[in-house]
Each structure stands twice: as structure tokens, then as C-alpha cells.
């Protein structure tokens, strides 16, 4: 297989490039795997800035249009259940517990035969 080849058959290349993986020592000598390297490095080489640059933008809107929609989906959340602030709340008094009852403390009948 030639680089141009693999360059035109992305399923191919694939699957050469599997192949190279699984046995990397086979895999240096192998003019398969040679050509399927440089493929690789030309298709990497191929990508045009401008194209680039507008996928970024792209991405870019539409993390902000997801951004304002969690951001607008939590402000709703917090709306329909505002926070308790602890510190604000009014001061409810508490009765101590009971003392535990000891089983092993000798009761008064216990004392006297």
C-alpha cells in the first residue's frame, strides 16, 4: 500500500494503524506501517488554519449558548428554592436530655436486705 493510498482510504489506514499497534516490533520494519506513519503526518499537515479557526469559533458560541442556558436553568432552581441562611434563622431553645438511667447503680431496694 502506498502513502497516497492511505491517505484517500481512512478505513484502511485504520486499520493498518491497528495493526502496527498490536505488534510494535514487527511494526518498524513493516513498509505498511512506515507508510501508514507518514500518511498520518501528511492528513496532520493538510489542515487548513482558516478551517481550524472557524471550528473554534464555532465551538466557542455554542459553549456560551450552553453556558447561559445552565446558568439560566440554575438561577430558576435557586428561584423556586431559595437558600436557608443558617445564621438568620430564629433561636429555638432546647431541653437538656434526661440523664441516662445506669442499669449497674444500686437502687434503694437493692441496698437494704
Same mark, same amino acid.
Given at each position: 500500500? *502506498?502513502?497516497?493510498?492511505? #491517505?484517500?482510504? !481512512?478505513?484502511?489506514?485504520? /486499520?493498518?494503524? #491497528?495493526?502496527?499497534? !498490536? $505488534?510494535? /516490533?514487527?511494526?518498524?520494519?513493516?513498509?505498511?506501517?512506515?507508510?501508514?506513519?507518514?500518511?498520518?503526518?501528511?492528513?496532520?499537515?493538510?489542515? $487548513?488554519?482558516? @478551517?481550524?479557526? +472557524? !471550528?473554534?469559533? %464555532?465551538? @466557542? +458560541?455554542?459553549?456560551?449558548?450552553?453556558? #447561559?442556558?445552565?446558568?439560566?436553568?440554575?438561577? @430558576?432552581?435557586?428561584?423556586? %428554592?431559595?437558600?436557608? $441562611?443558617?445564621?438568620?434563622?430564629?433561636?429555638?431553645?432546647? @431541653?437538656?436530655?434526661?440523664?441516662?438511667?445506669?442499669?449497674?447503680?444500686? *437502687?434503694?431496694?437493692? *441496698?437494704?436486705?
Amino acid at each position: 500500500m *502506498t502513502v497516497s493510498d492511505l #491517505m484517500e482510504d !481512512r478505513v484502511l489506514l485504520d /486499520g493498518v494503524l #491497528m495493526k502496527c499497534n !498490536r $505488534d510494535p /516490533g514487527s511494526a518498524r520494519s513493516s513498509s505498511d506501517c512506515v507508510n501508514a506513519r507518514i500518511a498520518i503526518e501528511r492528513l496532520a499537515a493538510q489542515v $487548513d488554519p482558516a @478551517e481550524e479557526a +472557524k !471550528r473554534a469559533e %464555532n465551538f @466557542e +458560541k455554542s459553549r456560551e449558548q450552553l453556558r #447561559m442556558l445552565h446558568d439560566k436553568q440554575r438561577q @430558576e432552581q435557586e428561584a423556586k %428554592n431559595p437558600k436557608v $441562611d443558617a445564621y438568620h434563622l430564629p433561636v429555638i431553645p432546647v @431541653e437538656p436530655a434526661p440523664p441516662p438511667k445506669d442499669p449497674q447503680s444500686p *437502687t434503694v431496694s437493692q *441496698t437494704n436486705p
